[in-house]
């Protein structure tokens, strides 16, 4: 991954030289490239919107996608998009000027999210629910209008771990971001590139590159989210058991339906005596991949 004037996309212009940095740099690229081929998110030809909302994680996210499309890794048009959502003291100006200097294709669309937020919200609760619903509902209409066929977002491994343990916590459900989905209208794919990149490897990144960062001032000012309590107590266990977190995102992609408790993803009432174990400990006792069960009764 060596750059020199005729081969670099101007995102890595002035890229440090040190090797901490190239390090860096091929570990995000490779962990990037791994999610998008673990979970076919390649359509040859295909358009992204890749959402940009101007802080670290969707900088690396830009950054990284380019990076593969300059290196003919990945064949798919990409197009940049910033939801301009009416923030008090937002930097209008920044990401286009930005945009425009890297050459970088792109569409700017101003929508007063913010003002509908603070009207509909009480007093106390927080914003995140109704925020990130208009704002996904903007970004699949300018997908539609746009000609793409998927919405790209910059979660990282962080932040579906976060998901996860909010939804533990707080939803009673074992759930969390999926890498890939589909939209509820079944016209759009979201994808999550970034699913297997740490956030401080996002941070460092976006940071050694000087890319100008954006902070959000709507959610960041409110004290006391959940996700902020997790993130705390996800901060705390890896502090005393370094590699906590990595062992943690291993385990959900490591589920077995028969050591849970949901009927509806394993067949409990059909289990059989005759058996030393189920056919998922016998896959995973020699080696073979594991199945998941027929549903019964289950849905998507």
């Known amino acids: 991954m060596l750059d020199d004037a005729e081969n670099i996309h101007p995102l890595f212009d002035g890229a440090p030289s040190s090797t901490e940095f190239r390090k860096l740099r091929k570990r995000v690229v490779r962990q990037t490239r791994e999610a998008i081929e673990q979970y076919g998110m390649i359509e040859r ?92 509902g903007n970004l699949y209409r300018i997908a539609r209008e746009e000609g793409c066929s998927a919405v790209v977002l910059g979660h990282h491994r962080d932040d579906i771990l976060e998901t996860f343990f909010m939804n533990l916590f707080h939803g ?33 990144f976006a940071r050694a590159m000087n890319y100008p960062i954006i902070p959000c001032d709507l959610c960041g000012s409110q004290d006391g989210l959940q996700r902020q309590q997790v993130k705390q107590i996800l901060d705390g266990w890896e502090r005393n058991s370094p590699g906590r977190r990595q062992v943690m995102f ?15 993803l394993f067949d409990f009432a059909g289990l059989q005596r005759g058996k030393a174990r189920d056919a998922n400990d016998a896959a995973l006792a020699d080696g073979s991949p594991v199945s998941v069960p027929d549903l019964r009764g289950g849905s998507d």
Not at 70 to 91: H, K, M, S, T, Y
Not at 101 to 128: F, L, W
């Open 45 to 136: 030809g295909a358009r992204w919107l890749v959402c940009l909302s101007g802080g670290k994680d969707s900088y690396t996210l830009l950054a990284v996608l380019h990076e593969l499309q300059w290196r003919g890794l990945l064949p798919v048009e990409i197009l940049a998009c910033n939801l301009d959502q009416g923030q008090p003291g937002f930097p209008a100006t920044v990401l286009p000027e930005f945009l425009e200097r890297m050459k970088v294709p792109h569409r700017i669309e101003y929508q007063d999210t913010y003002s509908v937020v603070k009207e509909k919200v009480p007093a106390g609760r927080t914003y995140c629910a109704l925020c990130s619903r208009l704002r996904r």
């Open 172 to 204: 009673g459900r074992l759930a969390t971001m999926p890498p890939k989905l589909v939209n509820e209208e079944g016209d759009l794919f979201v994808y999550r590139p970034l699913a297997h990149v740490a956030e401080v490897d996002c941070e460092k």
């Open 250 to 264: 291993r385990a959900l992609m490591n589920a077995r339906p028969s050591h849970l408790l949901d009927p509806g």
